[in-house]
Every structure is written in C-alpha cells, then in structure tokens.
C-alpha cells in the first residue's frame, strides 16, 4: 500500500502564509492525480486544488489567485503554498494521491491514498 505523511499546517495571522506537503511512501510505479481538500466544522470536505501528471491545475474558486500546487515526482511529493490567508480558510488539510504501486513483486494496483489531516488556523 501506499502511505501518505503531511506537514506545514499551523497557526497564522490574517495576510499570512503557510506552505503545506504531503509526502507518498510505498511500491509505488506512478502517480497520476494529486489534490489538497480541507474540511471545516460542521462543512463537508471540499477540493481546495489539484494537479495531474502532466502538470495541469484545478483550483476551487475561493482560492484562485492566493493558493498554488505543485509536484515533485522524483519525491512523489505535492506541495500547497497558501498566500494572503483568510480566516475563512481554516480547516483541516487533506491531500489525496493516486495512481498504482507494486504489490506482490510485479502485479501492478491501483491506489488512492489520503494523508492525516493537517490544521491550518488563519485568526483575524
């Protein structure tokens, strides 16, 4: 299986700026898809950004402009820099991986794998 470990998340003023990453570990052959959700109380977990393979970006209409995603495949790691943070931002961050590892030695599987969560907190 494929495991996810996320980091970056904290504490930070109105206008701030946190960088969050989420690093892949396992057999894995490739990753297609990566995205960032977040939840806040009492809110249903939403796509914040998300990129593919092949570069390309989807970004949730609230954070155009003030969020970027990017990917190191070579560290299977996705990264979300979030600039001029707002205090509606604050939630618990998800990021998503898919794509397919290694199983058995050689039989290829596909996976979608979730990190733990990490609380980004934007005060006003």
């Known amino acids: 299986q494929v495991q996810l470990v996320e980091s970056g998340g904290g504490l930070v003023q109105r206008g701030g700026s946190l960088r969050l990453s989420c690093a892949a570990s396992g057999s894995i052959f490739s990753i297609n898809a990566m995205g960032w959700y977040r939840q806040a109380p009492g809110k249903q977990r939403e796509l914040v950004a998300a990129?593919?393979?092949?570069?390309?970006?989807n970004y949730a209409d609230s954070v155009k402009g003030r969020f970027t995603i990017s990917r190191d495949n070579a560290k299977h790691t996705v990264y979300l820099q979030m600039n001029n943070l707002k205090p509606e931002d604050t939630a618990v961050y998800y990021c998503?991986?898919?794509?397919?590892?290694?199983?058995?030695?050689?039989?290829?599987?596909?996976?979608?794998?979730w990190g733990q969560g990490t609380q980004v907190t934007v005060s006003s």
């Open positions: 998503n991986q898919e794509g397919t590892y290694v199983s058995g030695g050689s039989v290829r599987r596909t996976f979608s794998s």
């Open positions: 990129i593919t393979n092949g570069g390309s970006t």
